[in-house]
């Protein structure tokens, strides 16, 4: 089991930026892949950005590939979200979530995480 804690969304104006956390406790760290997803009101949680157990690999959804960073720290038991050049349509809720298995293929399906955060508010203003 692990518990997934997302802090650091807030208001901003287009073309801020904001760095999300997600601090986790419980089981290890290290072996969880971790991602990020968002839903807007009214669509489906759609994948942003994953990263593997030792940070040697990322991915990105191509809404955000150059603006987004992701990042994981496991001596912090923590998984960020660096956002850049934010835009109106980036609002959503972004949720951190944890994968047991790394294999890349899963990663950007929701459906394959078994742990997920209660999710932080990002609201871009135009």
């Known amino acids: 089991q692990v518990q997934l804690v997302e802090s650091g969304g807030g208001l901003v104006q287009a073309g801020d930026s904001l760095r999300l956390s997600c601090a986790a406790s419980g089981r290890t760290f290290s072996v969880y892949a971790m991602g990020w997803f968002r839903q807007a009101p009214g669509k489906e949680r759609e994948f942003v950005a994953a990263i593997n157990r030792n940070s040697g690999n990322t991915y990105y959804a191509d809404a955000v590939k150059g603006r987004f960073t992701i990042s994981r720290e496991n001596a912090k038991n923590t998984v960020y979200l660096q956002m850049n050049s934010l835009k109106p349509e980036d609002t959503a809720v972004y949720y951190c979530?944890?994968?047991?298995?790394?294999?890349?293929?899963?990663?950007?399906?929701?459906?394959?995480?078994?742990?997920w955060g209660q999710g932080t508010q990002v609201t871009v203003s135009s």
């Open positions: 979530a944890a994968d047991t298995d790394p294999a890349p293929w899963r990663l950007a399906n929701k459906n394959n995480y078994d742990y």
